[in-house]
């Protein structure tokens, strides 16, 4: 239970559970890691330019260091020799921590099906969100960062600290 005064002076009362007060700030203030690899970055950086602001939902900036980000956007194809990169970075990011795969190649591979790319960053690191398309335009992603801030709020404590968290590939 937490007292507040609301703007006009009147104390008003706020009552929730600690577990929807988590998800929720949580869920408000994610850092995106500043962290592309192919052509989808550019529509990535569009989304955080300012046309369509992701600021708005409380990602002010991109961080520049893993350790300071709890949400990693897989932007592009992922090579086999990126692929331990990608999965110390992760490993670096303090939990609880999030994965969206930004495109058809982050997703699945897309048209290079060869031997060189991973048809499928979920091989690499768990993945929360998946957004198909080539490239997919700013407004899918915001659309897959609403979709994970849903599922955030779905999120239970135990998810994270009773050693059930699915945190390895
Ligand atoms: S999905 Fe298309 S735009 Fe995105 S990295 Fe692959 S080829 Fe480039």
Known sequence: MQQALSKNGNSGILMTTMESALNWARSSSMWPLLFGL???A???MATQA???DLSRFGMELMRPSPRQSDLMIV?????HKMAPVLRHLYDQMPEPKWVIAFGSCAASGCLFNNYAVVQGVDQ????DIHIA???????QLIH???SLHEKIHGEHLSTWYDGNSNQSA
């Open 50 to 52: 300012a046309t369509y």
């Open 124 to 127: 690499i690191v768990p993945v």
């Open 38 to 40: 192919a052509c989808c």
């Open 133 to 139: 398309g080539c490239p997919p335009r700013p407004e």
């Open 75 to 79: 932007a592009g194809r992922l090579t």
């Open 42 to 44: 550019i529509e990535m």
């Open 144 to 146: 897959g960062i609403l």
